[in-house]
């Protein structure tokens, strides 16, 4: 039944670890498919302090539009995770926890970075803006890698692509396009997407449809 | 054998099975981190080479873009002869830091890059990111390992990159340099010997 390599490893030992990895690989897109909520919400509150800043202009919005949006989006996270629903099925915690760890860090790496920058006044540097865009777009490339996911990939691309022509344009007219873009497909649609899937998959976690 | 829900729940075996194999898989991919510990070091010592060559060297505007080409160069001929020699096992979680480490290095190449090319490298900014990349690196990479070291050279790399922000303009290279001594050159250093220790208990394993 089991015939060992070289390195004493079965064919049944490989069959079981490439079954259990395919599963992973399902239950860490099913996690990031439940959660997608979350990409949509920060769409959302990004086009709301985007909108307040620019479309309302006076003193308070233009230093506070930002802040007040930030820590507001991080209250709903926190209770819309703790209202969340629990799936269907018990997932492993190892593939969720990867992608958990990918977007937790990205997640408390930029709050320090954005409240540093914040507290000294160096966002108004596109350097600072590019920067933003491309760790959003680093979070998603790991994320997608783990998952081999091309849908993912392609949103990482899009998010190192704004961040690169954030330094080439070299305008705030040209950079805040690019911010509303990146809101739109990366976060918004990219989230409405993910939460597609999850309504097709039926909140099983580790359903292998996507 | 994942699909456990409540009206069929996992048996004690199962879990047990399972608690072992995530322990196995930490574990490899703590070795992964060890065997690639001199690529940390290696790292640093180029950080250090390319500030020196740039301060007393001539042709001092090439000296990041040569030796940061040549350390990834460094890094694929290694992976290349790894690859032909059978060395390169690949297990999820290895596979994970894998993807944590070649994606940030993508990202910093190509931040640096278009820094650079629109001269915009020289702002705290710039810096700060740069810190706050290897920091996010080490930082996933300690949560996926559970591994509380490299969750301080995480916290080390952001304290740097914070520090960037806060600190006059000229004091960024010496926080850069302090940074990378912690957070390249030591940690390289202890994870090679931690790989040593590992294949000497291997050597008398066997033996």
């Not at chain 1, 599963?23 to 909108?51: K, P, Q, Y």
């Not at chain 1, 320090?112 to 000294?120: E, N």
């Not at chain 2, 694929?76 to 596979?95: D, F, K, T, V």
Request: aromatic share 14%.
């Amino acid at each position: 039944m089991s015939n060992p390599d070289d390195s004493g490893t079965s064919r049944d030992d490989l069959l079981k670890r490439i079954e259990l990895m395919e599963a992973m690989i399902a239950e860490g897109r099913g996690f990031t498919t439940h959660n997608a909520w979350i990409f949509v919400l920060w769409g959302v509150v990004d086009l709301v302090a985007w909108s307040w800043q620019n479309l309302i202009h006076t003193q308070f919005a233009r230093v506070w539009a930002w802040p007040i949006c930030l820590i507001a989006g991080a209250v709903l996270t926190f209770a819309g995770k703790a209202l969340q629903a629990k799936p269907k099925g018990v997932p492993s915690s190892v593939a969720c926890g990867r992608v958990m760890a990918v977007w937790l860090m990205m997640g408390i790496a930029m709050a320090i970075y954005v409240a540093s920058a914040m507290i000294t006044h160096f966002t108004w540097q596109y350097s600072y803006i590019a920067a933003l865009l491309m760790m959003v777009g680093m979070a998603h490339a790991i994320s997608a890698v783990i998952l081999r996911w091309r849908v993912q990939g392609v949103v990482a691309a899009i998010w190192w692509a704004g961040g690169a022509a954030v330094f080439f344009l070299n305008s705030w007219r040209a950079t805040s396009d690019i911010m509303l873009a990146e809101m739109c497909l990366g976060m918004i649609a990219f989230g409405v997407y993910a939460m597609m899937l999850e309504h097709r998959r039926g909140g099983h976690w580790t359903n292998k449809t996507a | 054998m994942t699909d456990f829900d409540t009206t069929n729940p996992p048996r004690r075996d199962d879990l047990v099975q399972r608690i072992e194999l995530m322990e196995a898989m930490i574990a490899e991919g703590r070795c992964t981190t060890m065997r690639y510990g001199w690529i940390f070091l290696m790292w640093g010592l180029l950080y250090y080479a390319a500030i020196g060559w740039q301060m007393y060297l001539p042709a001092g505007k090439f000296a990041w873009p040569v030796l940061m080409v040549l350390g990834v160069v460094i890094i694929q001929i290694w992976r290349w002869r790894a690859l032909r020699s059978g060395r390169n096992h690949e297990s999820p979680r290895s596979r994970s830091i894998g993807a944590v480490w070649g994606t940030v290095g993508c990202a910093f190449f190509l931040y640096m890059g278009a820094a650079a090319a629109s001269h915009h490298i020289q702002s705290p900014a710039v810096n700060a990111t740069v810190m706050f990349f290897l920091g996010l690196a080490h930082a996933i990479s300690a949560v996926i390992l559970r591994w509380r070291v490299q969750g301080a050279v995480a916290a080390i790399w952001f304290a740097g990159g914070m520090a960037m922000f806060f600190a006059p303009y000229p004091a960024s290279l010496i926080i850069f340099l302090v940074a990378s001594f912690f957070g390249m050159v030591l940690f390289g250093l202890y994870t090679m010997m931690l790989e040593r220790q590992r294949a000497a208990s291997l050597v008398q394993h066997h033996a």
